[in-house]
């Protein structure tokens, strides 16, 4: 398989919404190609941050890792990610999942079993497309949506045609890999080794979907060896990954050293081919 053109992008670990917005701005001048931020129950509020990342950068494309979407309205979401697509003239990708349960998360009530998630995040795939779409209808097991008047519809899209959606899938999971089809890109919830991104290329290929759908893979690269990030990351490109996440998921998210070290790691740029 010939070798992908890879985009960069950094997951913020966390912070104030002012520190997190100076690293996008950063981020958006060091040559990064995307900034993501993640989403939790109470904190900082994801999409609020956005829409001023939005304003404040003019390259970088802006979304989740991730939406935990079953805990979420979908017209919430969808209101909110057109927001932020207007406002950044086109750069929104929301990223989804069906929520972590772990605990050092806050717990909400929320439902928890795994199959009702699953069937939840299907529907509401469904209802954020067609919300995006101008459709004033859409009805499920869980969610229903009807207006008379459609007039709101005419302001809230999309700048972009199709707003990119990245969903969490393992492979070889078979529901879990057909749900990528309908969407645009694969957030791995397994192992990202080049055999993997290589198996699962091939199988959404063999399946019909789009040969320039992304996949995803994470981790950390140094800030000073550029030789080295490069060579982290030269293997997942060739097997055709497309997106490098740069993470630095330990906590504490907010101390003055991991805010240090992301800072120096952003200003450093993406790990990219020297060539």
């Known amino acids: 398989m010939a070798e992908q053109t890879m985009r960069y992008g950094v997951i913020l670990p966390g912070g104030t919404a002012t520190q997190q917005l100076e690293q996008a ?22 999409w609020s941050l956005l829409a001023a990342i939005a304003v404040q950068t003019s390259q970088v ?8 979407l079953p805990w979420r309205r979908p017209w919430k979401v969808a209101s909110q990610v057109a927001t932020v697509d207007q406002l950044s003239g086109g750069r929104a990708i929301l990223g989804i999942g069906v929520g972590a349960i772990t605990t050092d998360l806050p717990q909400t009530g929320e439902e928890l079993d ?26 499920g097991v869980h969610y229903q949506y009807a207006v008379d008047r459609n007039d709101l519809a005419e302001v809230g899209r999309p700048v972009q045609e199709r707003v990119p959606i990245w969903v969490v899938a393992k492979w070889p999971r078979p529901r879990s890999m057909r749900r ?37 893979a994470e981790g950390e690269t140094p800030a000073d060896d550029a030789a080295a990030a490069w060579e982290a990351v030269r ?9 490098w996440m740069e993470t630095r998921w330990e906590m504490p998210h907010n101390s003055d050293d991991r805010m240090a070290q992301i800072t120096e790691r952003i200003a450093a740029g993406p790990p990219r081919s020297p060539a």
């Open 180 to 216: 990528v089809l309908k969407c645009d890109g694969l957030i791995p919830g397994h192992e990202q080794t080049p055999a993997n991104i290589r198996d699962t290329r091939a199988w959404l290929a063999e399946q019909g979907g789009p040969a320039g759908l992304d996949i995803l």
């Open 61 to 68: 494309r802006l979304g989740t890792i991730l939406t935990p």
């Open 25 to 46: 701005v950063l981020a958006d001048r060091s040559g990064w190609d995307g900034v993501f931020v993640w989403e939790a129950a109470y904190g900082v509020d994801a």
């Open 114 to 139: 795994l199959h009702t998630r699953a069937d939840m995040m299907d529907e509401g795939i469904d209802l954020i497309r067609a919300l995006w779409a101008g459709e004033a209808r859409a009805e």
């Open 235 to 243: 293997p997942l490109a060739a097997a055709g990954c497309t997106w």
